[in-house]
């Protein structure tokens, strides 16, 4: 994935929500305490406070903030493909590229909303809009590809796509995404 423009020397908010995301997605949301946060961003623990009431919502803020970067990217790097049908199979391009990369640690949504497990938490909260707005992109997609069902086939596409990063994650194996992208081809139609 491709990593954001840090030239900027970035605000206070800022630094906050990007050490809080680096170190939930690479150590855990339970296992990353605020000493750490602050620390790592620099910022004194009552500018903190003044921020966020908590470690939860700044939490499922450092969230909002990777669902953007993530689904920019995402639509991004699909998006050079011709057709509705190569953009979607471009996902698993897109997906073994990111399986590659340094520090890849699977699904930071799945991750947070296994690791917290409330369903009243807002961090959950921010795992599902992630998950839906995944979902209504790929439907988008389906919906255009002119797929028969296309909203089951988005639902399909979906399980391939968080199947593969689940597998990649566990495996440490890029070319899962491969074998997704397999799969998937198999539920698209023959071109007319």
Known sequence: MATPDTSA????????????????????????????????????????YQHFPN??????????????RWMQWFIDATSVADSPRARLLSMFDALRDWFASDGFRGCAFLNAAGEIGDDASPIVAVARTHKARLLAY???????????????????????????IA??????DPAIADSARRAAARLLPEAA
């Open 9 to 48: 020397a970035p605000g206070t908010r800022q630094r906050l929500l990007q050490a809080t995301e680096q170190l939930i997605y690479s150590g855990g949301i339970h296992a990353t305490g605020m000493d750490l946060i602050v620390k790592t961003s620099a910022v004194a623990r009552k500018s903190v």
């Open 55 to 68: 470690k939860q919502a700044l939490v499922a803020a450092a969230l909002q903030a990777r669902d953007e």
């Open 138 to 164: 790929v439907r988008e997609l389906t919906r255009a590809a002119a797929l028969p069902d296309p909203d089951e086939a988005a639902l399909q596409w979906l399980v391939l796509i968080d199947g593969a």
């Open 167 to 172: 597998v990649a994650l566990v495996s440490r």
